[in-house]
């Protein structure tokens, strides 16, 4: 196997395999493969027989593929876990890990564009072969659609006047970088909150540019039909939107509303939570600051 690399620290290891409850013999889905943490310690509780297929839809996270015959890395979007499981004939799983985080290495690269640290064109592609990057929102979404997507994405109360400067001010010259994305709404970032501000129109920009929402609710749906009964999906978010959206699907099956109930008040729903909400320790967030935002939760299939 390869070493551990610097590509991406796992976020709450231990909690989210532990949360699998790992049989050795058992078959299992990484989504977010990235740096190869998450894998390399199912690879290590599995026994010979068992089998781990990863997703990663960045190229670059080939690089950190794990040479194991009972390992196998699949470069597309987990949103065709279903697909692509079946191509490789595997039509129920023991268990899904999901870590929804943007990976070290992505922050890192400054040419990636998504990091506020680096000046850099506005990209924000996860995988880069996408047609839409963050440039095509900044400056060909219609005022409308930007207020949508800051509002909705980043929830910034702000959202109608940053989409009306931001339409204004290409008016003069397409906004290309990050630099001139910060100077476009600098009156929106008091040096108090700067910081704070500018990760939440990043956030954004990156879930709109990546389709995250959508993606994670087809990965949701997909779960009552590729788990077997009594599997796990142990899945890590990092902003409320996702967690929202794991929670509610855990609870009612649904993304919205409440699912029917029979004549007697009872309702069926395909999974049900393990445990309670996880969290990383202060010891964790100290060590790896990015982990201060993680939410584990943890479910089986009925």
Avoid: C
């Avoid at 610097?6 to 493969?33: Q, R, S």
């Avoid at 990863?54 to 794990?66: K, M, Y």
């Avoid at 129109?201 to 879930?207: E, H, L």
């Amino acid at each position: 196997m390869m070493e551990q690399t610097d590509y991406h620290n796992a976020v709450l290891l231990k909690e989210t395999v532990d949360g699998l409850a790992i049989e050795p013999d058992g078959v299992y889905v990484d989504v977010t493969f990235g740096g190869g943490g998450h894998s390399r310690e199912i690879l290590n509780r599995l026994g010979p027989n068992g089998k781990l297929y990863a997703f990663d839809q960045d190229i670059d996270a080939l690089a950190n593929t794990i040479d194991d015959e009972r390992f196998t890395l699949i470069n597309e979007n987990f949103r065709y876990i279903k697909r692509f499981l079946k191509f490789y004939g595997v039509k129920e799983v023991d268990g899904v890990l999901a870590d929804f985080g943007v990976s070290s290495h992505q922050f890192d690269v400054a040419e990636r564009g998504f990091s506020t640290r680096f000046e850099a064109d506005l990209d924000m592609r996860m995988n880069q072969e996408n047609e839409l990057s963050a440039f095509q929102v900044v400056n060909e979404y219609d005022e409308e659609a930007l207020r949508h997507v800051f509002l909705q994405y980043g929830e910034l109360r702000q959202a109608p006047a940053m989409a009306r400067e931001i339409v204004e001010a290409r008016k003069t010259s397409p906004i290309k970088t990050s630099e001139q994305l910060k100077t476009v709404l600098k009156r929106f970032l008091n040096h108090r909150k700067e910081n704070k501000v500018l990760a939440q129109i990043y956030q954004a920009i990156r879930i709109e540019v990546n389709q995250e929402i959508e993606v994670l609710k087809e990965l949701l749906l997909q779960m009552p039909q590729i788990l077997k009964p009594k599997g796990r999906l142990s899945f890590i978010s990092y902003h409320s939107l996702e967690d929202r959206l794991v929670k509610r699907f855990i609870r009612n099956g649904l993304f919205e509303g409440e699912p029917e109930r029979d004549m007697f008040g009872n309702f069926e729903v395909p999974l049900k939570k393990v445990g309670g909400l996880i969290v990383p320790t202060k010891d964790e967030i100290k060590i790896n600051n990015r982990a201060r935002s993680a939410k584990l939760r943890v479910a089986e299939k009925i």
